[in-house]
């Protein structure tokens, strides 16, 4: 780490040069190899397909996307419906069980979901 920002060093990429034809590559690290995270920290692969519900037991959908707005994440929770944005903060995310694939949230109020995109079709 070296000012809150992971460096990374891979065998034969020597220079700027060399690590640009590495650009928008998927990385992937073994889980095992991770770091432990705190309680209540997550990695966003994690969260992904994790069933949403709102305080009453509503299902609101699944997490499909983490956003980094840079203040705190949201989390793109979709079903057929649409998609709902809901803020990764404490006041909004009641609960986390990764193992039961489930969270709870407080839906704040003025937060709407935004109705399914249309998907364009390739001619």
Known sequence: MHQKTLL??????TNRTGADTLRNLLLEVPEVDLPP??????????????EVFDAAGEALGRIEDVIDTGANDVY???NADGELLVPAIDS??????????RMEVDVPPGLERR???KRRTKR
């Open 115 to 117: 109705p399914p995109e």
């Open 76 to 78: 793109a929770v979709r």
């Open 92 to 101: 909004v995310v009641r609960a986390v069980d990764l193992p039961g694939r």
């Open 37 to 50: 995270l705190s309680e209540g920290e997550y990695y966003r692969y994690q969260l992904i397909g994790v």
């Open 8 to 13: 990374l060093a891979l065998r034969g990429i």
